[in-house]
């Protein structure tokens, strides 16, 4: 038997996962660019920005109601400490100076795609959802062996929940098109250094494979 990561998506066995699309890091608004008037954050983040809100996001929302019209889990994870001051977050976190606190408007999922009553979502104080969350242990329960990925930011969250996920047995798939990162430079260099633990797929080839897939 050959093995492969081109494995086409078993609907039973498969979980959509998107990655910190919240209000902290994915509305202008949120708390990582508070500091900065319009021109700095134009000239820092205007690429990201446009990006998500002309293709990115609405490929993720493509992807929520593909995988929810055929009864697929769909989960989040966001940055989110479990205390208002942040003592539990990682130390990277503190250096960096990340802290969502935890309960706040910054730790929740964009509105644009707001997660279900009954759609799982994990609050992380790390960089990967795998060492700050018990995702590995629901993953199992629900019975997941193939594990959709998309979010923000491709050469970061992303790239560590692509390697844990690897590295803990899970087939994983990376929808190319709908991750983001700074810039687009750091985003296509990302996909090259990530593209050996992954299957990488755009959203329109995803959606056809799931249409392709018995009911």
Not at 59 to 68: D, G, I, K, S, V
Not at 163 to 185: H, I, K, N, P
Request: hydrophobic share 35%.
């Amino acid at each position: 038997m050959t093995l492969t990561r081109d494995v086409t998506l078993v609907p039973e066995q498969s979980a959509l996962l998107f990655i910190d699309v919240q209000n902290f890091s994915a509305h202008r608004k949120g708390a990582e660019f508070a500091d900065l008037n319009d021109a700095e954050f134009n000239e820092r983040y205007g690429w990201f920005f446009e990006e998500l809100r002309n293709a990115v996001i609405p490929n993720m929302q493509r992807l929520q109601q593909a995988f929810r019209d055929r009864r697929i889990e769909v989960m989040y994870t966001t940055i989110e400490s479990l205390t208002k001051d942040g003592r539990d977050r990682s130390l990277d976190y503190k250096i960096t100076g990340f802290n969502v606190p935890k309960g706040s408007w910054d730790g929740k999922v964009i509105d644009e795609l707001a997660p279900g009553d009954d759609e799982i979502c994990l609050p992380k104080s790390s960089s990967s959802v795998f060492v700050s969350t018990h995702i590995d242990y629901i993953l199992r329960n629900l019975g997941i062996r193939q594990l959709v990925i998309s979010g923000i930011l491709t050469d970061q969250c992303v790239e560590s929940a692509i390697r844990d996920a690897c590295d803990l047995g899970y087939l994983v798939t990376q929808v190319t098109d709908a991750c983001a990162t700074y810039t687009s430079a750091r985003h296509d260099n990302s996909l090259k250094t990530i593209k050996g633990y992954c299957r990488q797929v755009t959203t329109d080839a995803l959606i056809a494979e799931l249409e392709g897939t018995s009911q």
